[in-house]
Structures are given as structure tokens and as C-alpha cells.
């Protein structure tokens, strides 16, 4: 019992340190260890109140009028900007709309365009100068295979699943664009987006990454590793909401050639001159669709505002110093050889998550859960821990690690 | 004055013989006469309650455990067949999600594929059979146009712009899917859904139907009159918000054909097997993509409530006698050659709005709104009045019809 002491006390200590910690206070939370932010995060103070006003006021007082008073129709860009910073984007690179499965479709045909721009590629069916493959990190969450899958379909190219540790050998001058993840999903290991990126580029190639499990926990750095296009949701470490909607990054100088397999009218240069040829809007705008979910897109702007004053990285070194102490905290309190860690040890292959390969591992989060401290299953044998440096503290690590080592002991 | 007076007092023995009456307690309104829900439906009642438990509750305090213990996940079907009704479906084969240029984008991709299946469409360049063209209604709201544009691109197919009432003419074995407005975005002129599915039909080829301006005001009648493929928006008629999602409807015996372009994870047969193969789930289930905005749907389906008990047949005798007595107040309030209708005057021709060609329509619409009559205008010279029996009086069309008349004289 001394080592919980000991634990108890270190996260007492590390909690007292930490610059972050006030933020707890924005959002609504409660005596459970809510270690499943990286699926959807705790809702931020600010949100019901400005939902409420968005459906009283907005909608049923101003009605129609509030497209243009209330800010409704430049929502996506306007709230692209406010998530830019936070991924290191400058501004007028990012839409915020639709599901990230439907920006990983426009991303990647858009990509695939570019690769063979000129020469074949305008009419959609297959890309020219010989470039006729798609890469796809084959260990993603499956929506993205999915949809790469179909984007190779629909644009004559064929795709090709390759670990990211493969991809630099798998680049050739017959790959369109490649696919990737910045944290993956199951295992929370930090691919190098930089590194790869530059590899993609040597070859020729496009370069799309999703961002779902690193955005908001950590540095991205898009403009500054040039980035060709990005996705990512709104729901996890944006604590945007239940399916809030996701977005798409398009690197300036790519905007005059992005092509969109959904050219919808809010996409258009002149979205009500209602003109039956389509003209794409300059800008990040040209990745918008249709009309934009206002409330699901509102509140995610109330939820950015959490943001004001935090420096992705600060909340990069808290997340690290999370998962360090949680990982001791599991050495010290899990007997030997009960779980076994899928998250590398080394900070710059560490997303915010850990992820413990476990037997029975849906039963043991079901325990978890009655003793409160909520994480989530990925079939087949992991138990997943997300940890939100904005809401989670080191008491609750200690916690967490303290219930898990009960359930298995 | 003596017009005036006749008018509101036959006004006055409408609205009390309105069995349709009562229902516009149902909804937020004000002194304002509304006459824009065909551009965004006014705020039931029911739904800032609805909208504030799904943020405090659902998501603040069960957070995670909502996607089950809330119904989350299976939101889109749920709510798609609280749709079915009105638009004449039978449960099963409509799911809700994404806006409506992604779901025409679907619809008509599928129906290409669904055209030349085993010909060559399998692989999305071209489709078999001889059948290489898409017809798309020239007057259609633009984005569908735009979208049909990508969808031939796409699918090899040529797009071929034309009338509805070309479409006869223009079917032949080369045809493969025909996208159609049921109800005219301009003019409101309701299109002969039955006869055409059937000519389309007749020529082997495949109707997809945007009911974004008929489904709530008017029967649609898909099972009946074997519509192939559906899409529409919930925001008009439906009152569903800001930007609520669409839906899509796919008849029941070609489900098993539906062959997405957007394959998402949230269509898949085990969508947590986070399986790399994708393996489509049966049923309706296959229109769903990726995660669904939930707040934005969870008001849409509060927002149906006020359907209950409300047949879609009362609704369309309604909004024919709103849309009778509108025409009829115009007559007799507006100066003679001021305005023209661009609305067929025939009962089973016309939608449940009103377009005017106006001159200097723009200036004309902003006076309007300035006396509390609220329109809009569509480039470069119609007003568009649009007509929901829910929430609408005959009182209020009166007073719309008079204060045009003062604005116009």
C-alpha cells in the first residue's frame, strides 16, 4: 500500500504543477475518470447555453434572417479558422462541414486529381502521367480504407494498404496520393507526418492525413511540414459534440487546383446566382458541399472557445506527462503480465492515448466502467485510455490505474 | 375597401373551419407572417427542450453511453422511418444523414451502377450496357446539377440537361438514371412524379427524386409509384433546423444493388468489427456514411412530432386552398400587370408555393419584410412565397396579399 501512497502523492504533486489545471472548470464533469475523449469529448460549460440561444433566439425568432445576422452562412470557414491555429494552419485553409468519412473522399479525389492534373484526370476517369496508385495506411480506422477504396474506384486508380513503415518503400512514380494517420486509432502511435510527408513529396505524390486522434491532443505543424490536405472530427479532442461536424484542410497554393467530387452550391463562386454552371469559389471555401448543420456547427464554435489562451503545446507536454504516469501507475498497480502496452514507450511515437492489450478485454472495461473510470474496447483485446489534457488530471490517472489493477488482480 | 374587407372576412370563415387550425400552436411564431418555411420551417415547440436534454443529459452527463443508452446510433433509420410516412414509404428504406447534395451524390452514382450492373459499372469507369448518360432536370435547384455533373464524371456517363417535360423525348436506351424535382425551387411547379418514374422506367433506366419542396407539404407517394431513389431535405416543410440533416430513400427490393460511393464506416454490415474489408450492412443502413451530427438530427426528430396524428393528405388540401386564396388575394389587391404567377394555376401542377415575377423583385422583398411579411426573393426577379399548412392561416394570406398590394402600388 505504500506504492499507492506513493502514487497518490506524485499525482497530487503533478496536479499542483499544473498550468492547465483551471481548465477542468469549463467543462461539466463528474466523479467518474472520463478516459474516453478521444471517442467523444466532456461537454465544455459554454455549449448548452449557446445551443439554447442558437434554437430559441437564432432559429425561432430570427428565422431565415439569421443566414446572413447570425453568422450561419459563413459558419464553416469562420470556424475553420478558429480550429487552424490549433493544427498549425494559417488561416483560409479549412472548412468545417460534413463527416469526416465525406472529407476523406474529397480529399482524396482532389488529390488524386492533382497528381495527374493535365493529363487524363479531368475527365474522372483514371489520372495520367502514368500515376494510377493509391497508398492507404493499412492498420487506419477502417472508414478511411473504406472510402480510399472507393475513391481508387471511382478515379481508374487501384489502392495499395501499407503499414506507414512501409510507405517510404512503397512510393513510386506510379502513386497518386497516399493516405495516413497521424495517431492511429487502435494502438495511439505517433506516426511522422513530417518525415513522411517529405517522402511523399520526393516521389511525386500527395500527401492526405487524418487527424481525428491528434488534433487538440497535440503540434501538427500542416503549414510548416506541407501538408497537402488534411481531415479530421470535431468530436474527440475538439469536444465538439456527438457527430459534430469534421473538416477539410486544403494547403493554400493546392486551392486554385482542388477539384471536388462534390461540387455542391455552397461551394460555388456566387452559391445564390442559382446559375446552372458550376464555378468553384476561390479559397478553402470550394470544399464546402451543401448546406451546412447549423446546430451541430454552432455548437462546436461555442466548444473552441475552451481554447482561448491554451498553446497546443502545453497541452502536447501535459498529454505526454498523462500517459508517462499512467504507464507507471499500470507498471505499478497491474500484476506482471496482465496487460501488455500497444502505445511505443518514445514521446515522439505517443499520441494522448495509451492502449493495453488485455484478455477479456470487453469484460474488463465493463468493470472499469461500474468502478468509474470510462475508457472504451477495440475489438479484438484492447482496452483504449484516452486522456484530454484540457479536463484530465493526474489524480484521476492515478485513479484509473489504481481500478484497473484492482480489476485485474 | 370593400375588397378588403370581403377578403378578410372569407379569410376569417377559413381559418374556423381549419381542422389544420390548431397545429400552429405547435410552433414559435409572432406577429411576423411567415411565409419562408419552404427555406427554413419555423421552431416547434418541442424542440429547444428536446435539443437542451441532448446537450445537458445525453451528452454532458451519460456522454459516451449515449450512442447506446440514447438511441444515438441508431438515429438516421429511426428517424428515417418517422419520415417514411409522409413521403408515402413504407418503414426500411430511408436512413437520415448528410445534406442533400451528398445524397444525391449517392442516389445517383448508385443508380448508374445500378443500370449497368455487370457491365463494366463494377469497376466505376463507365457503365455497361450501352447506357453512358444521365438525365438531370436544366431547371433544377443548382446543386443537384452540379452534382449530377460529378456523378457523370465519375461514372464515365455523359449528362444531359433537359425539361422535365423533355424527358419523354430524351429517354432512350442509353439512359441510365434520371434525376428529377418533384416540386420546382422557383416556380413551384409540381412535376408528374408517377407518369415520369414510369416513362423512365419504361426505358429501362433508373428516376431519382428530390423531394426537398414537396415532402411534408404534399403526398409523394414513393412506394406507390415505384420511385427507384429518393433524396430531400428536412429543414423546409419537415422543420427540422438550420441545415438539419437529409435523407435518403432507396426502394426496398433495390437495396440489395445499392452500391454507395460513399461506403463509410456507419454502413457497414459490423460496423465496430473494424474490419479492413468492407462488408455493406443490409437494408436502407447502406445510404449511412460516417458519423451522424446528432444534435442536429435529435431536433429534427422532435421537430416530427408535431406530425403525429396529422395525415399529409389534410396538409395538401390545405396548402392547395393557402395557395388558392394567395392567388386570389393577389388578384384583387395587386394593380393589374404588376405581377405575373409563375405558378401553374392547375391543382395538379403546383407545389405548395407561390413564385411572382416581379420587377425590382430584390427591393420589393426587402419592403415586404420591412411590413412584416416575410418571402424571399430568388435571382433575378421572383418572390417566392411558400405556404405551410401546419403553421399557416388563411388570415395571414390575406394580409400577405395586401400588403403587396400596397407595396406595389
Known amino acids: 500500500m505504500s506504492e499507492v501512497r506513493e502514487l497518490a502523492f506524485k499525482a497530487g504533486e503533478?496536479?499542483?504543477?499544473?498550468?492547465?489545471?483551471?481548465?477542468?472548470g469549463k467543462f461539466v464533469l463528474d466523479e467518474v475518470v472520463y478516459l474516453d475523449g478521444n471517442s467523444l469529448g466532456a461537454l465544455p460549460v459554454g455549449v448548452p447555453g449557446h445551443v439554447d440561444d442558437v434554437v430559441r433566439r437564432q432559429w425561432g425568432s430570427l428565422r431565415i434572417r439569421s443566414w446572413g445576422e447570425s453568422g450561419w452562412w459563413t459558419a464553416p470557414e469562420r470556424i475553420g479558422d478558429r480550429i487552424a491555429p490549433l493544427v498549425g494552419a494559417a488561416a483560409g485553409q479549412i472548412v468545417v462541414g460534413d463527416s469526416t468519412s465525406v472529407n476523406v473522399f474529397k480529399a482524396l479525389v482532389a488529390a488524386v486529381r492533382m497528381a495527374g492534373a493535365g493529363a487524363g484526370a479531368g475527365a474522372g476517369v483514371g489520372v495520367g502521367a502514368g500515376r494510377d496508385e493509391i497508398l492507404v495506411d493499412a492498420t487506419t480506422f477502417p472508414t478511411d480504407g473504406y472510402i480510399a477504396g472507393s475513391a481508387a474506384r471511382m478515379t481508374g486508380c487501384s489502392l495499395r494498404p501499407v503499414t506507414p513503415a512501409e510507405v517510404p518503400g512503397?512510393?513510386?512514380?506510379?502513386?497518386?496520393a497516399v493516405l495516413l494517420n497521424h495517431v492511429d486509432y487502435r494502438t495511439g502511435r505517433l506516426h511522422d507526418l513530417p518525415g513522411l510527408t517529405a517522402a511523399v513529396h520526393e516521389a511525386g505524390a500527395y500527401a492526405v492525413w487524418d487527424l481525428c486522434h491528434s488534433a487538440g491532443a497535440l503540434p501538427v505543424g500542416l503549414d510548416e511540414h506541407g501538408v497537402d490536405l488534411a481531415v479530421g472530427c470535431t468530436y474527440k479532442y475538439l469536444n465538439g459534440g456527438p457527430g459534430s461536424p469534421a473538416y477539410l484542410y486544403v494547403r493554400r497554393d493546392l486551392q486554385p487546383r482542388f477539384d471536388s467530387p462534390l461540387p455542391g452550391w455552397n461551394s460555388h463562386a456566387e452559391p445564390f446566382g442559382m446559375r446552372p454552371e458550376y464555378t468553384p469559389a476561390p479559397g478553402a471555401l470550394r470544399g464546402r458541399v451543401g448546406t451546412p448543420d447549423i446546430l451541430s456547427m454552432l455548437a462546436l464554435e461555442a466548444a473552441l472557445e475552451v481554447w482561448d489562451g491554451v498553446t497546443i503545446e502545453s497541452v502536447r507536454a501535459k498529454s505526454l506527462a498523462l500517459t508517462?504516469?499512467?504507464?507507471?501507475?499500470?507498471?505499478?498497480?497491474?500484476?506482471?503480465?496482465?496487460?501488455?502496452?500497444?502505445?511505443?514507450?518514445?514521446?515522439?511515437?505517443?499520441?494522448?492515448?495509451?492502449?493495453?492489450?488485455?484478455?477479456?478485454?470487453?469484460?474488463?472495461?465493463?468493470r472499469l466502467i461500474e468502478n468509474g473510470v470510462v475508457g472504451d474496447f477495440r475489438h479484438p483485446d484492447v482496452l483504449r485510455f484516452g486522456f484530454t489534457p484540457l479536463y484530465v488530471g493526474f489524480g484521476d490517472v492515478e485513479r484509473a490505474g489504481r481500478v484497473l489493477g484492482e480489476v485485474l488482480t
Not at 170 to 176: F, Q, V, Y
Not at 339 to 364: F, I, K, N, Y
Open 14 to 24: 503533478l496536479d499542483a504543477a499544473d498550468e492547465l489545471g483551471e481548465l477542468r
Open 170 to 176: 512503397a512510393l513510386s512514380d506510379r502513386t497518386a
Open 324 to 366: 508517462d504516469f499512467f504507464l507507471e501507475c499500470v507498471a505499478a498497480y497491474v500484476p506482471e503480465g496482465r496487460v501488455e502496452s500497444l502505445t511505443p514507450g518514445a514521446h515522439t511515437e505517443r499520441g494522448s492515448q495509451v492502449a493495453l492489450r488485455c484478455p477479456r478485454a470487453g469484460d474488463v472495461m465493463k
